[in-house]
């Protein structure tokens, strides 16, 4: 989870009028974990603009494979040089758990390592922790070009 706050010299209508620009809403949070909404912009989501706060995901692909998503929360708030943008960036229910099954194999790979001592216990290990690695490094990808979209999205810097 990364949490970023932002200054901007726009005011919160104008920025959630650029966020009604980017994004396809949908009524509930079930619709952001939806593969069948399809959508040609960049986000799906929940705006509420009488408390200025959202909450985005990319649309998924029906047939990509992608088992990495990133949810973003964000809060608007008013200051006198223009807006602050509290954003939170997490993964989705799915990808947590994904993440956490691939953690736990390498914790059960580790312990049946120390009972039994054989090359298979150790190629297993090693192949567990480059899934693994692999996987916290595709996420932290997937972070980053979301942090990106939205930055680009609302002109933040």
């Not at 200025?52 to 008013?78: H, Q, S, W």
């Not at 059960?108 to 298979?120: A, C, D, P, R, T």
């Amino acid at each position: 989870m990364r949490t970023i706050i932002y200054d901007s010299t726009d005011k919160p209508e104008q920025i959630m009028s650029k966020l009604k620009w980017t994004t396809e809403q949908v009524s509930n949070s079930f619709g952001l974990s939806s593969t069948s909404i399809s959508s040609h912009k960049l986000w799906l989501g929940i705006l509420h603009e009488n408390q200025n706060t959202f909450k985005l995901a990319e649309p998924r692909k029906v047939f990509a494979l992608n088992p990495f998503r990133v949810i973003i929360k964000g809060t608007i708030r008013d200051n006198t040089k223009g807006s602050e943008l509290t954003i939170n960036f997490k993964p989705d229910f799915k990808t947590a758990m994904f993440l956490t099954v691939l953690f736990l194999g390498v914790i059960v790979s580790f312990f049946g390592l120390i009972q039994e001592f054989g090359l298979e216990s150790i190629l297993g290990i090693i192949s567990f922790i480059v899934i693994l690695s692999l996987a916290f490094a595709l996420y932290s990808y997937k972070l980053k070009k979301s942090q990106e979209m939205i930055e680009q999205a609302l002109h933040l810097e």
